[in-house]
């Protein structure tokens, strides 16, 4: 069965840094575009990041220049890089295929930003 499996989670101050991994079993990782999605306190799921198989990203423009998406197929992962946080980044972050199937979806990992 499909599994993924955040980690890199944590609280960090406003401005810091944090580098999200996800590895995934059960897929042909290498032919599928994966994404990063959040979902803050009180709001829906969103989208955050996307990388296709051949490389191509995309991110949202909320965290355009301060987020990197990029994947390693040997390792099956997708890692989210993080810089300059805001508070307003505080989340649970989830990784998924795009589009998002509603059985992947694993614990997520939480993301806190705070001074």
């Known amino acids: 069965q499909v599994q993924l499996v955040e980690s890199g989670g944590g609280l960090v101050q406003p401005g810091g840094s944090l580098r999200l991994s996800c590895a995934a079993s059960g897929i042909m990782f290498s032919s599928n575009t994966m994404g990063w999605y959040r979902r803050a306190p009180g709001k829906q799921r969103e989208w955050v990041a996307l990388i296709a198989s051949g490389g191509g990203t995309n991110v949202a423009n909320s965290v355009k220049g301060r987020f990197a998406i990029s994947r390693d197929n040997a390792k099956n992962t997708v890692y989210l890089q993080m810089n300059s946080l805001k508070p307003e980044d505080t989340a649970v972050y989830y990784c998924?295929?795009?589009?998002?199937?509603?059985?992947?979806w694993g614990q997520g990992t939480q993301v806190t930003v705070s001074s």
């Open positions: 998924n295929t795009v589009p998002a199937a509603n059985g992947y």
